[in-house]
């Protein structure tokens, strides 16, 4: 053990609130890249740029090829800066660079339609979300190098969870009213890029300062030799309690940006309002606000693996009553979106509290090559969700449109709509749920503190 390894701070002790905070701010540019891309992105392809369902849905699949494969190889890189340096700090700052990608994502050149727009959008999407690699996969590696315990390693994301919801709700609110509301148009989106790219970098720089406050306060300490990067890529997919929480994760991760990229056709289509899209967005992300300490509470009685599935199946509960569409009425249908809120908070917290519990588990291994994957299969749920929506669109014949161009859809693509938003989520979730009971290490990880 080095000097870097001599923790400052008893695994049973809290981390002071400040850092903790600092370290949590860094989540809201996360929020910002994680949310708007997820919620606009498929309707700014189809209806304001007018690229078709099947072309839109394979533009923002085919970047997240790339991150499959480089993500790994970031949190290889991740654990050789730490052996060598004692932290990860370049990389981090090489990822503030994310703003300048997501500004550029809906900037997209006056007179660009279809599939020259499409082209752009894919570029700009593999710059984007390669930065949001580099400073991702270095922050959430941070709660398996400090040397905590298993409750305050809940406690720490429990912080950045919150942050995190702040940063969905103000980007998943904003977003839809910078592009101009219901008369969204191409400067919109630019100008909404723009301001919101603003917010993400200085919240992303303020998160660089927190993690390292948080690394002085509990004491954190680095890999003396680095493992190689297929070795530690193999050593994690080995890891059977990884792949079960991964695999689980994914099919999370797929729902959740399926619903987000159906809220603005299911609020125009099947309920006839577009403007209700920052309602049923203020609907699933502001409980997460509220519920995220009850939550923690919950997780500190039973422990983050029953917590965890009680959210999967109330996720799951709540899609289907959406399934039913404007018959169920809008108060009902909101309270269900809102019980998708509940669940999505649980889920955003507990599966993140997890991981850096199996990289202990597993005698510290290369934890920016365990978070590599992480992050690679949230960037491939991130893709397949509104892919799978697409898939709908085109299976129900939805007609693509220019901005400002009014569009009559036929039956089908209505129907298409409303089940995409209602019954795939809950087939997924429970997918989803299936995988979460092959997790067993929970009770171990629980008991040792």
């Not at 699933?284 to 039973?302: E, K």
């Not at 299969?377 to 929506?389: M, S, V």
Request: net charge positive.
């Amino acid at each position: 053990m080095t000097g870097l390894d001599t923790p400052h701070r008893a695994p049973g002790i809290g981390l002071p609130r400040g850092p903790l905070v600092g370290f949590a701010t860094g989540s809201l540019g996360m929020g910002v890249w994680v949310t708007v891309p997820g919620l606009l992105l498929l309707y700014f392809l189809t209806d304001v740029l007018a690229v078709t369902p099947w072309l839109a849905g394979l533009t923002l699949l085919a970047p997240k090829v790339v991150d499959v494969l480089l993500h790994p190889w970031v949190g290889h890189r991740c654990d050789v800066q730490l052996a060598r340096r004692g932290d990860r700090r370049a990389l981090l700052l090489l990822g503030c660079l994310l703003p300048v990608a997501f500004a550029a994502l809906f900037a997209v050149p006056g007179g660009l339609t279809g599939a020259p727009a499409a082209g752009w959008v894919a570029i700009c999407f593999i710059a984007g979300n390669l930065l949001f690699a580099a400073y991702q996969v270095p922050y959430l590696a941070t709660p398996a190098d400090l040397r905590i315990g298993y409750h305050e390693r809940t406690r720490l994301m429990a912080f950045r969870m919150v942050v995190l919801t702040a940063g969905i709700l103000v980007a998943g609110l904003l977003a839809p009213l910078l592009t101009g509301g219901d008369t969204a148009t191409r400067a919109g989106y630019q100008r909404m890029g723009l301001l919101l790219g603003a917010v993400t970098a200085v919240a992303m720089l303020v998160g660089v300062v927190g993690i390292g406050r948080l690394r002085r306060a509990a004491g954190a300490g680095g890999q003396g030799h680095p493992t190689g990067g297929w070795r530690a890529l193999t050593a994690a997919l080995r890891d059977r309690q990884f792949r079960w929480l991964v695999a689980a994760y994914l099919a999370m991760s797929t729902t959740t940006h399926l619903v987000l990229a159906g809220v603005p056709y299911y609020a125009e289509y099947a309920l006839g309002r577009p403007a209700l899209t920052t309602v049923l967005v203020a609907a699933f992300v502001a409980p997460a606000l509220l519920v995220t300490p009850g939550w923690l509470t919950v997780a500190r009685r039973v422990g983050k693996q029953r917590a965890l599935l009680g959210a999967q199946g109330a996720f799951a509960a709540g899609s289907l009553v959406l399934a039913v569409g404007r018959p169920a009425g809008l108060p009902v249908l909101v309270a269900a979106v809102a019980v998708l809120g509940v669940s999505f908070a649980g889920m955003q917290l507990l599966p993140f509290a997890m991981v850096p519990d199996v990289i202990r588990a597993a005698g510290d291994p290369a934890a920016g090559t365990y978070t590599g994957v992480w992050t690679a299969t949230e960037a491939t749920g991130a893709a397949l969700g509104p892919y799978a929506y697409a898939l709908c669109l085109t299976v129900g014949g939805f007609v693509a449109s220019a901005g400002g161009e009014p569009v009559a859809q036929p039956d089908a693509a209505l129907t298409a709509i409303r089940w995409g938003f209602g019954l795939l989520p809950a087939a997924l979730m429970l997918a989803a749920l299936l995988l979460q009971r092959r997790y067993t290490l929970d009770g171990a990880a629980r008991a040792a503190g």
